[in-house]
């Protein structure tokens, strides 16, 4: 019969979109017609991606059989907001294919990071000179956030604290936002806790100013700008005890492995990740890199590849180490 051999060939049971109709329907049981018979005899991940009018969605009795079937361990992808099939505005339109691909991709994935809390630590900071200007770098965030991605992905429990950049943070993902290397670093303090995983994937400032100025610095005299070190985050973490794993990132002009591998030994990483920033893919606002992997065993070098598939590996090393 149909709606028993099909849902048996299936890896996963997506429903997009699912009406108010064929929500109620799942939530209660009622199986009479091919979706809602084959949703009862599948046995496996279920993502369902509402779409109906907002008033339809906001309604007490669809709000209880979503509920229900998140209840039971089903997936909801939350509607967007915006235009409606009715021509109304509002939060009920089906979710963009990207999102639900993304979710699928999740329910998919080997999940060998199940019961992990890792920490992510992505984008530049901002070292403010006056209330107009300030010191950073060409950081897009891009590998802090594939990272936290693929960590969600794998099944860890997520906390990204972010600089400042244009990137969506991925679905699953606890954000922290801030601006400052001083504001980064109590960020992590205050969520390093029971942490397992840190990945510090950000391009914190090197110098931050000595002296704030409260109001704009005017155009006309020579203005001598004084600058001093910026908290070092790693540092201040491989000092805790007990500490969690830590994953370093080391950003060159250059193939200097050397100064990435001075970098481990003085900053107490478990690991770090080399890339030269001058190379065509590799650099900042990129979704490619071509990283090394340094550790006490060596130096592993990848190719070219995307920023997710670097985090897989990254990830996989990880794994490799705690074994």
């Known amino acids: 019969m149909a ?3 099909l849902p048996e060939s299936a890896d996963l049971f997506v429903i997009a979109p699912a009406t108010a109709n064929i929500i109620g329907k799942l939530a209660s049981g009622i199986a009479d017609d091919m979706v809602s018979l084959s949703f009862l005899a599948f046995r496996g991940p279920v993502i369902f991606a509402p779409a109906m009018n907002w008033r339809m969605y906001e309604h007490p009795v669809v709000q209880r059989n979503i509920k229900t079937l998140r209840d039971l361990g089903f997936h909801e992808i939350e509607p967007e907001e915006g235009e409606l099939a009715c021509g109304e505005y509002g939060v009920g339109r089906m979710a963009e294919v990207g999102r639900i691909l993304e979710a699928v991709k999740g329910c998919l994935t080997k999940k060998d990071l199940a019961g992990l809390k890792v920490l992510v630590v992505a984008g530049p900071t901002r070292e403010y000179i006056d209330p107009v200007r300030f010191i950073s770098n060409r950081s897009s965030g891009k590998m802090g956030y594939a990272l936290a991605k693929v960590a969600i992905e794998r099944g860890a429990d997520v906390t990204l604290v972010s600089g400042p ?3 969506e943070p991925p679905m699953g993902a606890r954000v922290v936002r801030v601006e400052t290397s001083g504001e980064m670093l109590e960020a992590v303090k205050k969520n390093i806790g029971d942490v397992d995983i840190l990945v510090m994937a950000a391009a914190v400032a090197d110098f931050v100013p000595d002296d704030y100025s409260p109001v704009k610095q005017e155009k006309g005299e020579t203005f001598t700008l004084r600058l001093r070190p910026s908290p070092d985050i790693v540092k201040a973490v491989s000092g805790m005890r007990p ?7 080391s950003a060159e002009t250059g193939p200097n ?9 003085e900053k107490g990483m478990d690991f770090i990740v080399f890339n030269d920033v ?3 893919g590799a650099g900042f606002d990129t979704d490619t890199n071509k990283i090394s992997i340094i550790d006490e065993n060596g130096v592993a070098d990848y190719p070219l590849m995307s920023k997710e598939a670097c985090a897989e590996i990254i990830f996989d090393h990880y794994l490799g180490h705690s074994k």
Do not use: M, Q, Y
């Not at 492995?257 to 030994?265: D, E, H, Q, S, V």
């Open 3 to 5: 709606h028993i051999n």
């Open 165 to 167: 950049v244009s990137v």
């Open 243 to 249: 500490r969690p794993f830590i994953v370093g990132f």
């Open 257 to 265: 492995i050397a100064k990435a591998k001075k970098k481990l030994r």
């Open 278 to 280: 001058t190379l065509e």
